[in-house]
């Protein structure tokens, strides 16, 4: 299994951009420095959100629930925290798009929490088939109405992350016999 990250944080008034991944592996034939190099060569994240989704990150303090307009929706199987406007310190959105066609998502202004504001966008990769088992986007802010699905969508829009499955495996193979 392998996950990639990318996340955008407004902390302080300084902006911090993250890419990372996951790999687990649960035998000594892929747990090696030659396999983390051919996930480095397979997996490709990209992103605009420094450039293009910034402006959702503005700090708004005092934070006033009622002027932000939060999106409140919730079709999640499980994980979404209910609305509370008394405690509420920013509007979030959590969509997961995997399997395609469905789509959940969990929009709610929740009890306090201290998340920054931030942009994220994760995929899993299951490597044993050959699939994605998730495809989130995420959105801390502030803003009036800033966790709405096009906001989310503008999300999706400008990243990017994708694995070479052919590719992985053509070199593990290769180099793991």
Not at 78 to 106: H, K, M, N, W, Y
Not at 116 to 126: G, T
């Amino acid at each position: 299994m392998a996950s990639a990250d990318m996340t955008v944080v407004h902390q302080h008034e300084f902006l911090q951009v993250n890419h990372s991944f996951g790999y687990v592996c649960l035998s000594n034939k892929c747990n090696n420095e030659m396999s983390l190099k051919q996930i480095l060569h397979s997996l490709v994240i990209e992103d605009k959100f420094a450039h293009e989704l910034t402006p959702l990150l503005e700090i708004i303090s005092p934070f006033d629930t009622h002027s932000a307009a939060c999106y409140d929706f919730n079709n999640y199987t499980v994980g979404c925290a209910s609305t509370d406007l008394d405690t509420c310190q920013r509007c979030q959105i959590s969509v997961d798009r995997e399997p395609p066609p469905s789509q959940q998502i969990c929009a709610t202004c929740p009890y306090y929490s201290e998340d920054p504001n931030s942009i994220s966008r994760q995929i899993m990769f299951l490597l044993d088939s050959r699939t994605q088992s998730q495809n989130i986007a995420k959105i801390n802010c502030q803003l009036k109405a800033c966790n709405s699905i096009d906001n989310i969508n503008r999300v999706y829009k400008t990243s990017k992350i994708t694995f070479d499955f052919g590719e992985f495996f053509k070199n593990f193979w290769n180099n793991n016999l």
